[in-house]
């Protein structure tokens, strides 16, 4: 029986995509002489690379301008598959589609998001995953929502601008136009626990990496509680305390409340729909990794998540990982459910060199594997 091995790594930041380190462990595995089978399964968190993630499962790659977090058209993709659309946050309000020198937090919109699940809906998605994750955005979501058909105004009736400073004038949310998505399950992919509101909402403690100045934080919450009160008032129930509303400035509270959307762990989420149970069937080892193996890792990033599944597993299967650089003991990793890992620093220990020759130090790595356990 040929012997099968897993690939099933997260991007390194920076440096390569998910897709591209499965295929640079697969190619070391066979260069270092393994005969057997290496299913490359890319996985991702619910950020950047979700999408890319589910197509190279099978998914079919769907690409549509939409509005972007600044207010021009960007090109953006959601992966459909047997009715399930898998949207990325990321692709139509991420950091990256804005330069670090023209970020707007006071005005950056959502709505992109909104059209990406229009467009899902209007090809018969009955399922939606969100990824939420990696945005640019502070508008509690609203820009998706005024995508869906609502409409924002002021007092003296005028609509809203993109952005969270402006909810802070909401009068009124009409939403009679707003589509009927009722016929569709959502399920958000989230790591973030944080409430919409307060020192741990999505203004304190997220919007400074977005480009707010200290001033703009408290502009920023009182458009957040503001949006909050009337949407919570026109809905008839509460979201802004659930775990997770504050999640992607605020998406996952939108998401909430306008879409009866379920929170799921996001690495859990992904793994379920890449049917990761199913292929651990007759594995001997599964390879795992992420650009940095540290604390964060251990709170669910995932290589844990993945460590977490082949554990579970009937029998369990041995979890190895590589990473650009590791800073986690080995009771530290065999507390994730990872065996050993193996680090590009330790070819390497310049981390920009490191960084620039991911590729072929990857392949060593997944040769040195390849002596160690098969």
């Not at 099978?58 to 009715?83: Q, W």
């Not at 998001?113 to 508008?139: C, F, H, K, P, S």
């Not at 400035?249 to 009866?260: D, H, I, S």
Request: with cysteine; proline share 5%.
């Amino acid at each position: 029986m040929t012997e099968r091995v897993l690939v099933a790594p997260d991007k390194f930041k920076g440096s390569l995509s998910a897709v591209e380190v499965a295929a640079r462990v697969a190619a070391g595995l066979a260069r270092a002489g393994f005969s057997g089978e290496a299913v490359r399964i890319p996985v991702a968190d619910g950020g950047d690379g979700t999408v890319d993630a589910a197509v190279s499962a099978g998914y079919r790659r769907i690409e549509m301008g939409v509005r972007g977090p600044a207010g021009r058209s960007v090109t953006a993709a959601f992966g459909l598959l047997d009715g399930t659309a898998v949207i990325e946050a990321a692709q139509a309000c991420g950091l990256s589609l804005v330069s670090p020198d023209s970020l707007a937090p006071l005005t950056a919109t959502s709505r992109g998001v909104g059209e990406l699940i229009m467009a899902a809906a209007r090809m018969r998605a009955t399922r939606v995953v969100l990824g939420l994750g990696g945005v640019a955005t502070t508008d509690g979501g609203a820009g998706l929502v005024q995508a869906l058909g609502a409409r924002l105004t002021d007092d003296a009736g005028r609509e809203l601008p993109p952005g969270g400073a402006a909810l802070a004038r909401l009068s009124t949310l009409d939403l009679a136009r707003m589509r009927d998505l009722s016929g569709i399950e959502f399920l958000v992919a989230s790591d973030v626990d944080n409430p919409l509101l307060g020192p741990t909402g999505a203004a304190a403690v997220y919007a400074p990496q977005k480009g707010a100045s200290a001033d703009d934080v408290p502009v920023l919450e009182a458009g957040l509680a503001r949006w909050a009160d009337v949407a919570e008032q026109t809905c008839g129930r509460s979201a802004r305390d659930a775990a997770g509303a504050g999640a992607a400035g605020g998406l996952g509270f939108a998401a909430l409340l306008f879409l009866g959307a379920q929170l799921r762990p996001g690495i859990a989420l992904m793994l379920d729909m890449l049917s990761f149970g199913e292929q651990l069937d007759g594995a001997r080892l599964v390879i795992t990794g992420e650009g940095a193996l540290d604390a964060q890792t251990l709170h669910g990033k995932a290589p844990a998540g993945v460590a977490h599944a082949a554990a579970a597993h009937n029998p369990a299967v041995p979890v190895v990982a590589i990473a650009g650089v590791c800073s986690l003991s080995p009771a530290q990793l065999r507390e994730a459910g990872i065996t050993a890992a193996y680090a590009l620093t330790d070819i390497e220990p310049d981390v920009s060199r490191s960084m620039a020759n991911a590729g072929p130090l990857v392949e060593e790595l997944a040769g040195r594997i390849a002596a160690d356990w098969l």
